[in-house]
């Protein structure tokens, strides 16, 4: 079985994981140039579009011979600028997956089936990774100007204690809102009048108020946020979003692609959102206004069975709930674009085992319900340093006199953990990716059965049959006009005339295992060819001898 081929070469791979933190855009362009020099004649790495920050958006083909012409699946991942995690994993899980490309089963994988990955749409925002100060960006190179007041980038966030990242301040103040919290104090929380709390700190992020205006470094570098400016349920007037959906170069690349591949079945986003874990419901009220705003019935059905088989292919548990954004992309290619569309974020933060108190029958607290909290007793547990900056004093200048403390937690580690971490993750995924290529539509013609009638005529009958355990489309795909429809057509030649039975049929999507019967009746003799199929599922052609 594919998946016990795997295993062997994870063990393999699991000895030598990638370097030890996220890349840099150059970095990146250079990891991705290996692997297609050392798998040339199955990758092909190109360069879709440039940021206005002048870095590459790359997309990475993996797929061997015609790779257009075979159904796809598209993978994304870095349109949030904050989640590097997702970038590397779909590094990983090209280099996972072409290092087993000597297996049979994966072989006959990328002989049949096309992986378009695109890892880091959002470039300029994840460079300020590596960049000095660091903080989490994701906003791209457009400058922008946030607080409508004329000017561009005056009020950025400034590295107060010169320690290279930009946390929180917490300054103490009668009218506060926030106060350390009882399961963890490094941690701050919004006091609860109903428990008796008063509020004690006020929270900003690091820096001053450079405008004047009242609010911290609200109007730095970093402009539109890639990730709410796609078409669907596209945020107006909203910071971050842009002047209109689809304004940034970034965005339109991907779509330019993506609307001229007929062949994508499916679409993964690696980012922070998660309808993997459990799927959307399906709401009745959402899919028959005008406007649809909420996942078809039977795409509903097919989103919980790849959910099953993402947790029993990956077995992450206790996945935090992360609905979508506005405008973001995942929505976008399952509402506008018409295809399957699922998102993770791949990583988040797990449960700590239990103590040896719990070992040996003592009550234990109640988890955590705390995000921050939670990200701490993990990186506590397992020894991760960098995620918490200690609360230190420093002098404010708009907070003469006043107790002021810098301090939080580190940019980038709610949604990254060390790189090392996530080695076993792209095991778990490249899993189910693979998983879920299998159980992807196959077309097949069977039953085939001619029959000779006086004047010269033929009546050709065969059955069409979706061998595949997911559906050959989406239902949603039936309202999208350009998404392939299923296609069953009698090819004639030289002299032949179908005269009974519509020589093209054109119909919604076939379920998994289903089955339709096609008739025609056919004038003339020699050679014809029926073909079943879509670009997204592939087609299959059987040819007739007509007598």
Not at 322 to 336: D, I, V, W
Request: glycine share 8%; with cysteine.
């Amino acid at each position: 079985m594919l998946t016990s081929c795997f295993a062997v070469v994870f063990n393999a791979v699991a000895q030598t994981p990638p370097a030890g933190t996220y890349p840099s855009a150059a970095q990146l362009s250079t990891r991705l140039k290996a692997i297609t020099s050392r798998y040339g004649t199955l990758t092909n790495l190109q360069s879709i579009g440039k940021s206005p920050g002048g870095k590459d958006v790359w997309l990475l083909t993996v797929g061997r011979g015609k790779t257009a012409q075979k159904p796809a699946l598209a993978i994304v991942a870095g349109l949030n600028g904050a989640h590097l995690a997702g970038t590397e994993l779909a590094v990983q899980l090209a280099e996972k997956l072409l290092a087993t490309s000597n297996q049979d089963s994966v072989a006959r994988l990328l002989d049949s089936k096309t992986f378009y990955i695109f890892p880091s749409v959002n470039p300029d925002a994840q460079e300020q990774f590596v960049a000095k100060p660091r903080y989490e960006r994701s906003g791209n190179g457009t400058d922008t100007d946030d607080d409508r007041d004329g000017r561009l980038n005056e009020d950025p966030f400034e590295d107060l204690n010169k320690d290279g990242l930009i946390t929180q301040i917490r300054v103490e103040d009668p009218t506060g809102t926030f106060v350390p919290s009882k399961e963890d104090p490094r941690v701050l929380v919004k006091a609860d009048p109903a428990k008796a709390e008063t509020g004690r700190y006020l929270v900003i992020s690091e820096g001053t108020d450079n405008d004047k205006d009242g609010t911290f470094n609200e109007d730095g570098a970093g402009g539109v946020a890639l990730d709410k400016n796609f078409t669907f349920d596209y945020p107006i007037f909203v910071p971050g979003s842009g002047e209109m959906a689809v304004s940034e170069p970034e965005n339109r690349a991907l779509l330019d692609f993506l609307y001229k591949a007929p062949n994508v079945y499916a679409v993964f986003t690696l980012g922070p959102h998660n309808n993997l874990a459990e799927a959307p419901k399906f709401d009745r009220t959402k899919t028959t206004k005008r406007i649809i705003t909420g996942v078809m019935e039977k795409d509903a059905t097919v989103g919980d069975q790849v959910s099953k088989l993402y947790n029993s292919q990956t077995a992450l548990k206790d996945a935090p709930p992360m609905p979508p954004t506005r405008g973001n992309f995942a929505q976008t290619a399952y509402y506008h674009y018409g295809r399957f569309s699922f998102s993770t974020p791949g990583w988040w933060v797990p449960k700590v085992a239990a103590s040896a108190d719990t070992a040996r029958g003592k009550s234990t607290p109640k988890p955590s319900d705390n995000d921050d909290v939670k990200l701490l007793k993990w990186a506590d547990a397992n020894k991760v340093s960098d995620v918490f900056v200690d609360w230190k004093p420093i002098e404010h200048p708009d907070f003469p006199g006043r107790k002021a403390e810098v301090g939080g937690i580190a940019p980038f580690a709610r949604l990254n953990p060390p790189v090392s971490f996530l080695n076993d993750i792209a095991d778990r995924h490249l899993k189910f990716v693979t998983a879920f290529a299998r159980q992807m539509p196959v077309i097949d013609v069977v039953n085939l059965r001619t029959e000779s009638l006086s004047g010269g005529l033929t009546r050709v009958t065969a059955q069409v049959v979706n061998r595949g355990l997911l559906p050959t489309g989406s239902e949603i795909g039936d309202r999208v006009r350009f998404v392939p429809k299923m296609k069953i057509e009698l090819k004639t030649g030289t002299g032949q005339t179908v005269v009974s039975g519509r020589k093209r049929i054109l119909r919604s999507p076939m379920a998994a295992g289903e089955s339709m019967e096609v008739t025609f009746l056919v004038s003339g003799t020699g050679r014809a060819t029926l073909e079943a199929g879509n670009a997204m599922t592939g087609t299959k052609s059987i040819d007739i001898t007509l007598k």
